[in-house]
């Protein structure tokens, strides 16, 4: 098997020590923020619509209700703190697609890709102009983002990509022209992407929220949902809230239908901050357009620069652990971060004597067909969406919406698409699932190992629609 480059050039075990000695295990993006605290939901409360989650699903949602109907009474039910979970934990690409690639949405719905990419265009635009609107601050570059190819035949896949004046093809010497390391041998660069500090804009989107009269009450976890005549009332452990229409946006959390719960399985994704670069530094690797940077591999790595010129870097391992299981300990895997940082100093050698100061993890909601599926239960009172699979920045507004059209029972074009209309395959039960997600990924890396060459696995599960990505 081929070696990547990874493992052809990996630095010395010292310069990693070094480098990690005295992180610290939290999430940068929440260092120094002021977080306005809501009060937690006591009693009972009559509402138009309930939203369940305080994520970037649910603030979009209850955004959107607002938005629409100014009169409309709207709750939002978060169990720990507003931005808490992935929406305070990414890597802040606010990328444009809502299929997760073109490539993943051509062997899906090749016969409605253009209607929906058009969707996803007014969508990344629509979220632009709230940001603007509002005034939202969230460190947004509109930068775009680089698809780099690290290895020769990765190169041919970048070579096949629609260019124009938005998406452009950058040879090796343009490449590491606009970036600097000695792994890029080509890169695709989408200008129309946005970068943002994810935790900032959650918290901004609770403050435009809030200021439009989403009442949002947080340490409020929800543990019922119950169908009474024409309403449905959610419950938490010291309230109650009694609304003609629900809306759930838990992802990675066990949904609250059961029809849901094999949908989605949670995957750990791991990341690293830096120390702010040095003037001297940041000339060593050049990045003087500050676009996000991903990688093309099946274990993949993203990262970009903050708002104070750290490097955020994160990716490559994607750990499902046995029975769906989410706890705290998972999210401080010390073998995922020390491959991190090896990949680091391997694509920025230059770099070397910088110190990580913070680690963290999240977990992602993936499901099978690798972008959100939609749908609604209890009558057509309750609508939800889940599976971002790790590219829910800029989608959960668009899920939003589809959330609430599918309440009011609106004919949209959303509402039209097959991608909304059919529910993709669920993940199989334990110790299938386990045993399954685990041989993929042992696959994928050997596809990695092989020129991205696809296994008989791989190409099986693909044929069936269950082929899983890191």
Same mark, same amino acid.
């Given at each position: *098997?081929?070696?990547?480059?990874?493992?052809?050039?990996?630095?010395?075990?010292?310069?990693?020590?070094?480098?990690?000695?005295?992180?610290?295990?939290?999430?940068?993006?929440?260092?120094?923020?002021?977080?306005?605290?809501?009060?937690?939901?006591?009693?009972?409360?009559?509402?138009? &619509?309930?939203?369940?989650?305080?994520?970037?699903?649910?603030?979009?949602?209850?955004?959107?209700?607002?938005?629409?109907?100014?009169?409309?009474?709207?709750?939002?039910?978060?169990?720990?703190?507003?931005?808490?979970?992935?929406?305070?934990?990414?890597?802040?690409?606010?990328?444009?697609?809502?299929?997760?690639?073109?490539?993943?949405?051509?062997?899906?719905?090749?016969?409605?890709?253009?209607?929906?990419?058009? &969707?996803?265009?007014?969508?990344?635009?629509?979220?632009?102009?709230?940001?603007?609107?509002?005034?939202?601050?969230?460190?947004?570059?509109?930068?775009?983002?680089?698809?780099?190819?690290?290895?020769?035949?990765?190169?041919?896949? &970048?070579?096949?990509?629609?260019?124009?004046?938005?998406?452009?093809?950058?040879?090796?010497?343009? *490449?590491?022209?606009?970036?600097?390391?000695?792994?890029? /041998?080509?890169?695709?660069?989408?200008?129309?992407?946005?970068?943002?500090?994810?935790?900032?804009?959650?918290?901004?989107?609770?403050?435009?929220?809030?200021?439009?009269?989403?009442?949002?009450?947080?340490?409020?976890?929800?543990?019922?949902?119950?169908?009474?005549?024409?309403?449905?009332?959610?419950?938490?452990?010291?309230?109650?809230?009694?609304?003609?229409?629900?809306?759930?946006?838990?992802?990675?959390?066990?949904?609250?239908?059961?029809?849901?719960?094999?949908?989605?399985?949670?995957?750990?994704?791991?990341?690293?901050?830096?120390?702010? /670069?040095?003037?001297?530094?940041?000339?060593?690797?050049?990045?003087?357009?500050?676009?996000?940077?991903?990688?093309?591999?099946?274990?993949?790595?993203?990262?970009?620069?903050?708002?104070?010129?750290?490097?955020?870097?994160?990716?490559?391992?994607?750990?499902?652990?046995?029975?769906?299981?989410?706890?705290?300990?998972?999210?401080?895997?010390?073998?995922?971060?020390?491959?991190?940082?090896?990949?680091?100093?391997?694509?920025?050698?230059?770099?070397?004597?910088?110190?990580?100061?913070?680690?963290?993890?999240?977990?992602?909601?993936?499901?099978?067909?690798?972008?959100?599926?939609?749908?609604?239960?209890?009558?057509?009172?309750?609508?939800?969406?889940?599976?971002?699979?790790?590219?829910?920045?800029?989608?959960?507004?668009?899920?939003?919406?589809? *959330?609430?059209?599918?309440?009011?029972?609106?004919?949209?074009?959303?509402?039209?698409?097959?991608?909304?209309?059919?529910?993709?395959?669920?993940?199989?039960?334990?110790?299938?699932?386990?045993?399954?997600?685990?041989?993929?990924?042992?696959?994928?890396?050997?596809?990695?190992?092989?020129?991205?060459?696809?296994?008989?696995?791989?190409?099986?599960?693909?044929?069936?629609?269950?082929?899983?990505?890191?």
């Amino acid at each position: *098997m081929q070696k990547t480059v990874f493992e052809r050039r990996p630095p010395a075990e010292a310069v990693v020590e070094h480098a990690l000695r005295g992180t610290e295990h939290g999430v940068v993006w929440l260092d120094g923020l002021t977080r306005p605290p809501h009060t937690e939901l006591t009693g009972c409360i009559d509402a138009d &619509l309930v939203v369940v989650g305080g994520g970037y699903t649910g603030l979009w949602t209850a955004l959107r209700a607002k938005e629409r109907d100014p009169d409309a009474r709207v709750v939002l039910l978060e169990g720990k703190r507003i931005g808490w979970a992935a929406s305070g934990r990414n890597g802040g690409f606010c990328k444009v697609s809502l299929t997760h690639g073109r490539d993943n949405g051509l062997r899906r719905w090749p016969d409605e890709l253009d209607t929906i990419d058009a &969707l996803a265009e007014r969508n990344l635009a629509d979220i632009a102009d709230t940001i603007d609107r509002y005034g939202i601050k969230a460190d947004v570059e509109r930068a775009g983002v680089i698809k780099v190819a690290v290895e020769p035949h990765e190169v041919e896949w &970048l070579r096949a990509r629609e260019c124009d004046d938005r998406n452009v093809y950058l040879d090796e010497e343009a *490449m590491r022209a606009a970036v600097h390391s000695p792994t890029y /041998l080509a890169g695709h660069w989408d200008k129309g992407d946005l970068i943002v500090q994810p935790a900032k804009l959650a918290l901004e989107l609770a403050r435009v929220a809030v200021e439009l009269g989403v009442q949002v009450f947080e340490k409020s976890p929800v543990i019922g949902l119950e169908e009474q005549g024409r309403h449905m009332v959610v419950r938490t452990a010291a309230g109650s809230v009694r609304a003609s229409r629900v809306a759930l946006g838990t992802n990675v959390f066990p949904s609250l239908l059961k029809r849901n719960r094999l949908m989605t399985v949670p995957v750990y994704d791991y990341v690293l901050a830096t120390d702010p /670069l040095t003037s001297a530094q940041l000339r060593e690797i050049g990045w003087q357009g500050r676009q996000g940077i991903s990688d093309l591999a099946n274990q993949f790595h993203y990262y970009r620069l903050t708002a104070d010129d750290r490097i955020v870097f994160g990716g490559y391992d994607a750990i499902y652990r046995y029975g769906r299981r989410m706890r705290p300990e998972y999210e401080d895997r010390p073998e995922s971060f020390r491959t991190l940082a090896r990949h680091f100093f391997t694509t920025f050698p230059q770099l070397e004597g910088v110190r990580f100061t913070h680690r963290w993890s999240g977990a992602i909601d993936t499901c099978t067909q690798f972008c959100a599926f939609f749908g609604t239960a209890r009558h057509g009172k309750v609508a939800y969406a889940a599976g971002f699979t790790g590219l829910g920045l800029a989608s959960t507004r668009f899920a939003g919406d589809v *959330m609430l059209d599918l309440l009011e029972g609106a004919d949209t074009e959303r509402t039209r698409l097959r991608m909304v209309r059919k529910r993709p395959l669920p993940f199989p039960p334990e110790p299938f699932a386990s045993i399954g997600i685990n041989a993929a990924r042992w696959s994928l890396d050997r596809a990695d190992h092989n020129h991205g060459r696809r296994n008989l696995l791989l190409r099986a599960l693909d044929a069936v629609g269950l082929g899983f990505e890191s």
